[in-house]
C-alpha cells in the first residue's frame, strides 16, 4: 500500500484552471454561508454540505441518511455525501471568473513577471489590468500602409493648393500643414503591438485609424497575448540577444531568460499567471465560530470570498444584460481589485494604488499571503512553532542539597506532570476500576496517590528549560527529587549554562514520554554530562558565590607564624584541626609520602600548606597534582576544568558535588557578611579631590586664554577625573582590611569588584549621557554618603542608557541568531574523513597578534600535516591534536601548524568528522549526524547579547569616523555590508609615491611596478594606483615603502569583496574568521574557530556560472557549490562538456534566501519572493535541512533521524 507521508522530495508548481477543477468538489455561487434561523450551511455557498462534505459525522444535510452503514452514499434529496466530517478540512471549491484576473505576485511581485514575459513595465501593466489604459494587440501593417499612402497623397494636394497664395500665407500655412502631417505620420507609426495608451488617446486613435489596430483593456488581452507566446523561440531570440547586446541590458535579458527558461522546463502555461478559476479553500481552515451572543466570529477569508462571489455574480448579470462597456469594465476592475485582496492584501497596500480591504473595524483583512508570512504566520507559527503537554512552569529557588544531576520538583506540580502513569498504577494495582475513578482519586489528593507519585518518579527524567533558549545547555534533563512547596529547586552550579539567577527567574519543566525520549534524556540531556560549553570547551559547571566564598575561607593562609609546626602525615594535620588543636588557616608544614601521584609535583622536604588546603585536596581524586594555593574564583575555574579532565565528564559529578557542599560548609562557618560599618571612605579622599578642582580650574583658564581647543580641554579634564578614581580606588583598597568581608568577597571573586567597591566607598566618579559621551563633571558622592540631586539626576542618563542599550541588544542578537540558525541549520557531519589535506595553516605569529593562544586552534583539531620536532614526530595527519600534544607543541617551540579545517572541507552537503574535530561540549571526536550548524549559530549568537550595539568613535571627537564595533560589526561581516570606516588594501605592488591628507580624507598614491594600472585614478595617471580613505583613519605605511599586493595600507574595516578579489578565497575566509573572533575576544567571550569556519564556508557556498556548458543552467546564475560539483561529475560520465563558474561571496541572509530547499527559504524571510520564484521554477525541495523535516512532521536528518545525503 502507497504511504503518502513516506516521500524523498517535494515539488511546487504553478497550478492551472484543469488543475484547479480536479481540486474542486464544485462552484461556490452564492456569498451566503451560515442561515441565521437554521444555523446550518446554506446550499452552493461558501460552507455548502453539498460541496465541502457534511458538518456531523455520517450524516447528510437533510437527515434521511444517518449512522455509518451509509458510509459513501449521496443523498439524492440534499446531495451530500455521507462520510465523515474532517473531510471538510480537505475538500477544495471554485468561482468560475467571469472575467480573467490577475495573480497580484506575478503582477506586482519585484521584477513583474508578467512584465517581463511580455517586455511591458510594470506601471503600464498595471493600467492596462485596472482599465485605466488600453493595450494594442493587432496591427493590420497593409492598412498602416494604405493610410500613410492616403495621408501623403492628401498632404501632396494640400501642398499644391497653398503654392496658388500670396507668399506671406502660404509660409504660415505650409508650416502648420508640416507639423500637422509630422503629428499624423507619428501617430501612425507609433501604432506597434502592445503599446499602452491612455483612454483618450485610444478614442483619439479609434475615431482616425480605427482599422488600422485593435486595442483591449483588463486582463483578456494579455492572456491572449500569453497563449500566443512561443516559448522555445523566444528563448533561441533571448540567447542570440545576449550574444549580440549591450552590457547595460545583459540584466535584464538573463532575468528574462531564466523566466522563459522555467517555464520551458515547468511545462507549465503562462496562462496560469492569470485566474479564470479561483479556488476556494476548505470551509474548517477559515472558520465561523458561533459567540455567546448569538454573534459569529468568523475567518476574514470569508469576507474576501464573500467580496468576490458578490462581484463575480453582479458581472455575470450585466454581461447577460449586455450593459454598458463603461459599467461592465468598473465591474470588472473591482473584480481583479477583490481578487488582489484575497491573495495578498498587504502588498495593495504598500503600493499605494487602491486602499487596503478593511473590515467593519477599519483592520486591514489577513490575506491568503498574510496569513503566510511573518512570525505569526503558517510558516513560523504552526509549522515551525511548538505546543507542548506534559509541561509545567515555576519560579524557581536555590537548592544547595541537591546533587548535581537532581532537580527539586514540586508535589503538587509532579502529580499533575505525571498523572496518566499515576491513573495507570493505580488501575494495576486495582485501587480503581476506571479512568474516572483514578482520576477522581489523583483530583482529591488521595492519601495512597503520593505513594504510588514516589514510585512512579523515581527513575524518570524531566527536562527543565530557561527563555531565551539561546543554547543547547537552556535546556538540560534533571533526575526529578519531589519536594514541599510550589517553587522549582536547580543546583547551584548549574546555574551559570542556563543564565539564570534567583531573582524571581522562571523555568519550564517538560517530561519526556517515550522510552527514547526517557533514555535521550538520561544518557545525552543530563545536566551531569553537560559540563562543557558547546561553543569554546570551556566548564560551564562553574563554582560561584558563596562556595567560592567558602573554598577561598578554607584555602587562604593567614599570617605566618615565627616557627611553623610540621606534621608527620596529612591525616595528622587535619585530625590536629578536627581536635582544636591547628586553626584552619594556619601555615604548616607537613611530611608526605614521595610515592604518592598527588605529591609528584612537589619539590621541598616538607610541604607548606595548610590544614584547610589539605581538606580540599582531600575531596579531590586521589592521583590528581595537590593543589597549594588560594582557592578564589578563577583558581576554582582552573581547578574544575583540571578535574574534568582529569578523571573525564562521565566520572565528574561526586568531585563537583563534594566542592559545593565544601564550600556552602565553610561559607557558613566563616560567618562572613558585610553590613554598614564595614563601609571605609578613604581618610584622604578631600584632599585629592581639592587637588582635582584646582587643575580643572587651571585648565579651564588656558582655554579661556585660547591656548587650548574645546576638544583638548575636555579630554584633559576627562583625564584628571579618570586619575582621580584610579588614585581613590587604590587608596581604599590599601585601607580595607584584609580579613574583613568587604576585602575578601571582591578579592575572592565571590561577589563586586573593585569598581562597585569604589562606587560605595570612595567616589561614582564619571558617568555618561543618553547619547553615550562622558559628562565632564563628575559625581563626587559615593553611595555610602548619599548623591545630591544634581549628581543623581546625572547618573540617572547612565542607568537609563543602560536599560534601554540591554533591550535593543537583546532583540538584535536574538535576529542574529535566527539568521545564523537559518543559514546553518542543513550543515550536519555526513562522513568520517573527506581526505582533506590542504586544510588551514596556524602560526604562532598570527595567533600573538589576536592576543590568543597557539594552542587554543589546535586543541581538539586534526593534524592535516604530520607535526614534528627534530625528525621526531608528535601528532601523525589525520589524527587528533589532544592536550598533551598542545603543551608538547608549545613547549618544543613549534610555530607553524596545518590542521583539518571545516573551509576546505570536501564533503558535499555538510562536513566530515575530520574536518570537524572534537565536539567541544563533549571533548571527543564529532558523531556522525551531529547537527554542528546549529551549535555553530548558538555558539554565536548565545554570546551575542554581551556585545554592545555602540559604533566607537576614536580620538573622543564626536565628528571622528565611526569604526564599527560590537554586535553592527559581527553583522557587517556575515551580511557583507559595506564597511563604515573602509580601509585600504593595496591591489598591486608597487611603491608607496604620496601621502596626501586633504582634512576629511587622505589619498595614499603607490606607483605600480607590474603592468599599467586598472584602479580609478584622481590624477589619470598612467602605472598609478590612487587609494582614497576617510581623513580620521591612520596610515599603515609611509613615502618611499615597497607595497605587497595584498597589504593593509590604512586602519579600518576591510571590505571583504575585495580581499576575494585580491587575495583570493581562503584570504577572504581566514579575515572572516579572524575578525568575528577578535570582536568576541574584545568582549570576553571565547568561540572556537570551528564554529565562525561554518559560516564562512556558507558564505562561500555560491558559485556563479560563466560558461553552463552541457548543464540546464544559464550564464550569471548563481548555485550551490555543492550543486555545481554534482553537476559537473554528472555531465562528465555523460562525456558533455563541464561547465565553468567563478567564486562568489555572499552575506547570510541571502544565502539561506537561495537554500535549495524552497521550504526553508520561505519559512525564513520574503515568503512572498521565495514562493513566486520557486513556483515558476517548478523547484523541488529534496528534504535536506533541519527546517524542511520538521515542515512537514519527519524525524529530522540529524541524531538518531541521520541519513547520508545521497546525490541525486
Known amino acids: 500500500m502507497l504511504d503518502i507521508y513516506d516521500f524523498d522530495a517535494m515539488k511546487i508548481?504553478?497550478?492551472?484552471?484543469?488543475?484547479?477543477?480536479?481540486?474542486?468538489?464544485?462552484?461556490?455561487?452564492?456569498?451566503?454561508?451560515?442561515?441565521?434561523?437554521?444555523?446550518?450551511p446554506e446550499k452552493d455557498g461558501l460552507f455548502s454540505e453539498r460541496i465541502f462534505g457534511p458538518t456531523k459525522d455520517y450524516e447528510c444535510y437533510c437527515g434521511k441518511y444517518k449512522k455509518i452503514r451509509y458510509k459513501g452514499v449521496i443523498c439524492d434529496r440534499c446531495g451530500v455525501e455521507v462520510t465523515k466530517s474532517i473531510v471538510r478540512r480537505e475538500r477544495m471549491a471554485h468561482i468560475t471568473l467571469a472575467a480573467p484576473c490577475a495573480h497580484i505576485w506575478f503582477l506586482r511581485g519585484v521584477p513583474s513577471r508578467i512584465g517581463l514575459l511580455l517586455d511591458i513595465p510594470l506601471a503600464q501593466l498595471e493600467r492596462v489590468v485596472y482599465y485605466t489604459g488600453y493595450i494594442v494587440t493587432r496591427v493590420d501593417e497593409d492598412a498602416k500602409k494604405q493610410v500613410m499612402k492616403e495621408l501623403e497623397q492628401e498632404v501632396a494636394s494640400k501642398r499644391k493648393a497653398i503654392k496658388k497664395q500670396d507668399k506671406q500665407k502660404m509660409k504660415q500655412e505650409s508650416e502648420s500643414l508640416e507639423q500637422s502631417f509630422d503629428k499624423a505620420k507619428m501617430e501612425i507609426t507609433s501604432i506597434i503591438p502592445k503599446k499602452v495608451i491612455t483612454e483618450l488617446e485610444y478614442q483619439h486613435l479609434a475615431m482616425r485609424y480605427g482599422h488600422v489596430f485593435e486595442a483591449h483593456a483588463g486582463s483578456e488581452p494579455l492572456v491572449a497575448m500569453l497563449e500566443g507566446l512561443d516559448l522555445k523561440k523566444m528563448f533561441r531570440a533571448l540567447v542570440k540577444e545576449l550574444q549580440d547586446g549591450k552590457v547595460q541590458t545583459r540584466k535584464k535579458v538573463l532575468q528574462r531568460m531564466k523566466l522563459v527558461k522555467s517555464f520551458i522546463n515547468s511545462g507549465v502555461s503562462p496562462c496560469s499567471m492569470f485566474f479564470t478559476a479561483l479556488p476556494v479553500l476548505p470551509p474548517d481552515l477559515r472558520p465561523m465560530v458561533q459567540l455567546d451572543g448569538g454573534r459569529y466570529a468568523s475567518s476574514d477569508l470569508n469576507d474576501l470570498y464573500r467580496r468576490i462571489i458578490n462581484r463575480n455574480n453582479r458581472l455575470k448579470r450585466l454581461i447577460e444584460l449586455n450593459s454598458p462597456e463603461v459599467i461592465i469594465r468598473n465591474e470588472k476592475r473591482m473584480l481583479q481589485e477583490a481578487v488582489d485582496a484575497l491573495v495578498d492584501n498587504s502588498s495593495r497596500r504598500s503600493q499605494g494604488v487602491q486602499q487596503v480591504a478593511m473590515s467593519l473595524s477599519r483592520r486591514?483583512?489577513?490575506?491568503?499571503?498574510?496569513?503566510?508570512?511573518?512570525?505569526?504566520?503558517?510558516f513560523r507559527q504552526n509549522l515551525l512553532g511548538k505546543r507542548v503537554d506534559y509541561s509545567g512552569r515555576s519560579v524557581i529557588v536555590i537548592g544547595p542539597e541537591l546533587k548535581l544531576y537532581q532537580c527539586g520538583i514540586p508535589k503538587k506540580m509532579a502529580l499533575e506532570l505525571f498523572k496518566p502513569f499515576v491513573i495507570h498504577e493505580l488501575i494495576n494495582r486495582e485501587l480503581a476500576y476506571n479512568i474516572k475513578l483514578a482520576s477522581h482519586m489523583v483530583d482529591d489528593q488521595h492519601p495512597v496517590v503520593w505513594d504510588i507519585l514516589d514510585q512512579v518518579v523515581s527513575g524518570k527524567f524531566v527536562l527543565l528549560n530557561r527563555a531565551p533558549t539561546l543554547h543547547r545547555l537552556s535546556v538540560q534533563a534533571f533526575q526529578p527529587v519531589l519536594i514541599e512547596g510550589l517553587s522549582i529547586r536547580i543546583h547551584p552550579m548549574v546555574c551559570v549554562a542556563f543564565n539564570a539567577d534567583f531573582d524571581g527567574d522562571q523555568m519550564a519543566v517538560h517530561l519526556p514520554l517515550s522510552e527514547e525520549a526517557q533514555d535521550e534524556a538520561r544518557t545525552i540531556m543530563l545536566s551531569s554530562l553537560n559540563l562543557l560549553k558547546p561553543a569554546s570547551g570551556e566548564p560551564v559547571i562553574e563554582p560561584t558565590k558563596d562556595i567560592v566564598l567558602g573554598l577561598y575561607w578554607l584555602t587562604r593562609l593567614s599570617i605566618e607564624p615565627a616557627k611553623l609546626r610540621v606534621f608527620a602525615s596529612p591525616e595528622d594535620a587535619i585530625s590536629a584541626y578536627e581536635h582544636f588543636i591547628l586553626a584552619l588557616q594556619e601555615p604548616i608544614l607537613v611530611a608526605y609520602d614521595k610515592k604518592d601521584l598527588k605529591y609528584q609535583k612537589v619539590i621541598d622536604k616538607y610541604l607548606k600548606t595548610s590544614a584547610g588546603r589539605l581538606l580540599f585536596n582531600a575531596i579531590l581524586p586521589s592521583a590528581m597534582a595537590f593543589v597549594n594555593a588560594d582557592m578564589h574564583k578563577k583558581n576554582v575555574r582552573k581547578v574544575v576544568s583540571e578535574l574534568i579532565r582529569f578523571v573525564g565528564i562521565e566520572h565528574a559529578q561526586p568531585y563537583l558535588d563534594s566542592i559545593k557542599d565544601l564550600g556552602y560548609q565553610h561559607a557558613t562557618k566563616s560567618g562572613l557578611s558585610w553590613g554598614m560599618d564595614d563601609l571605609i571612605i578613604p581618610h584622604d579622599k578631600k584632599a585629592i579631590m581639592n587637588k582635582a578642582k584646582e587643575q580643572v580650574a587651571a585648565i579651564y583658564e588656558e582655554y579661556l586664554n585660547g591656548y587650548l581647543s574645546n576638544t583638548e580641554r575636555r579630554s584633559r579634564v576627562i583625564e584628571i577625573w579618570v586619575g582621580v578614581e584610579e588614585k581613590l580606588r587604590a587608596d581604599l583598597f590599601a585601607s580595607l582590611p584584609q580579613s574583613g568581608p568587604v576585602y575578601t568577597f571582591i578579592k575572592c571573586g565571590a561577589a563586586g569588584n573593585e569598581d562597585n567597591a569604589r562606587q560605595i566607598m570612595a567616589i561614582k566618579g564619571l558617568v555618561v549621557d543618553s547619547t553615550g559621551s562622558t559628562i565632564e563633571v563628575p559625581v563626587e558622592s559615593c553611595y555610602e554618603e548619599g548623591l545630591t540631586p544634581l549628581e543623581y539626576f546625572n547618573s540617572i542618563h547612565g542607568s537609563r542608557k543602560g536599560l534601554v542599550d540591554t533591550a535593543l541588544r537583546t532583540a538584535h542578537a536574538g535576529y542574529l541568531t535566527r539568521r545564523l540558525v537559518d543559514v546553518a541549520q542543513d550543515v550536519v557531519v555526513q562522513e568520517d574523513d573527506c581526505g582533506d589535506v590542504i586544510g588551514r595553516l596556524i602560526t604562532h605569529e598570527q595567533s600573538k597578534r589576536a592576543g590568543e593562544s597557539f594552542t587554543s586552534h589546535l586543541l581538539g583539531r586534526v593534524a592535516a600535516q604530520d607535526i614534528k620536532h627534530k625528525r621526531k614526530i608528535i601528532v601523525k595527519a589525520g589524527l587528533i591534536i589532544g592536550h598533551e600534544a598542545c603543551e608538547h607543541i608549545e613547549t618544543s617551540g613549534i610555530d607553524r601548524v596545518r590542521i583539518r579545517a571545516i573551509t576546505s572541507c570536501k564533503t558535499r552537503f555538510g562536513v566530515c568528522r575530520k574536518c570537524y574535530g572534537y565536539d567541544m561540549?563533549?571533548?571527543?571526536?564529532?558523531?556522525?549526524?551531529?547537527?554542528?550548524?546549529?551549535?555553530a549559530a548558538q555558539s554565536i549568537g548565545e554570546p551575542g547579547t554581551q556585545l554592545t550595539l555602540r559604533t566607537f568613535h576614536s580620538g573622543g571627537s564626536a565628528t571622528a569616523v565611526d569604526i564599527t564595533q560590537g554586535l553592527p560589526r559581527v553583522?557587517?561581516?556575515f551580511e557583507l555590508h559595506n564597511p563604515k570606516g573602509k580601509g585600504a588594501l593595496a591591489h598591486r605592488e608597487g611603491v608607496v609615491e604620496d601621502i596626501v591628507d586633504y582634512g576629511t580624507e587622505k589619498v595614499i598614491t603607490i606607483k605600480v611596478l607590474e603592468g599599467l594600472a586598472t584602479k580609478k585614478s584622481?590624477?589619470?595617471?598612467?602605472?598609478?594606483?590612487?587609494?582614497?580613505?576617510?581623513?580620521m583613519l591612520g596610515v599603515l605605511v609611509k613615502k618611499g615603502d615597497e607595497i605587497k599586493k595584498g597589504q593593509r595600507l590604512s586602519e579600518g574595516n576591510l571590505d571583504i569583496h575585495e580581499i576575494l578579489s585580491v587575495l583570493g578565497k581562503r584570504a577572504a575566509e581566514e579575515y572572516i574568521i579572524r575578525e568575528v573572533k577578535r570582536i568576541y575576544i574584545l568582549a570576553g567571550s571565547d568561540i572556537n574557530d570551528k564554529h565562525i569556519e561554518v559560516f564562512a564556508r556558507k558564505m562561500f557556498s555560491r558559485v556563479r556560472v560563466t560558461d553552463p556548458g552541457g548543464s540546464k543552467f544559464l550564464p550569471g546564475e548563481i548555485i550551490d557549490r555543492s550543486r555545481f560539483f554534482e553537476t559537473n561529475d554528472a555531465l562528465r560520465v555523460a562525456k558533455k562538456k563541464p561547465m565553468h563558474g567563478v567564486q562568489t561571496v555572499t552575506g547570510i541572509s541571502k544565502v539561506a534566501l537561495s537554500a535549495e530547499g524552497f521550504l526553508s527559504a520561505a519559512s525564513f524571510q520574503h515568503t512572498s519572493h521565495v514562493l513566486i520564484d520557486s513556483v515558476i521554477e517548478g523547484r523541488e525541495d529534496t528534504l535536506r535541512g533541519l527546517k524542511e523535516n520538521v515542515i512537514i512532521g519527519k524525524m529530522i536528518p540529524a541524531g538518531t533521524g541521520f541519513r547520508p545525503v545521497v546525490d541525486f
Open 364 to 378: 486591514p483583512l489577513r490575506s491568503l499571503a498574510d496569513i503566510l508570512k511573518g512570525k505569526q504566520g503558517r
Open 1018 to 1031: 584622481r590624477t589619470k595617471k598612467k602605472g598609478v594606483d590612487e587609494y582614497v580613505i576617510s581623513g
Open 13 to 40: 508548481h504553478l497550478s492551472s484552471r484543469d488543475e484547479i477543477m480536479e481540486w474542486s468538489f464544485g462552484e461556490v455561487t452564492k456569498p451566503e454561508t451560515i442561515n441565521y434561523r437554521t444555523q446550518r
Open 971 to 973: 553583522e557587517e561581516v
Open 921 to 935: 561540549g563533549r571533548e571527543k571526536l564529532v558523531e556522525t549526524g551531529q547537527a554542528i550548524g546549529v551549535i
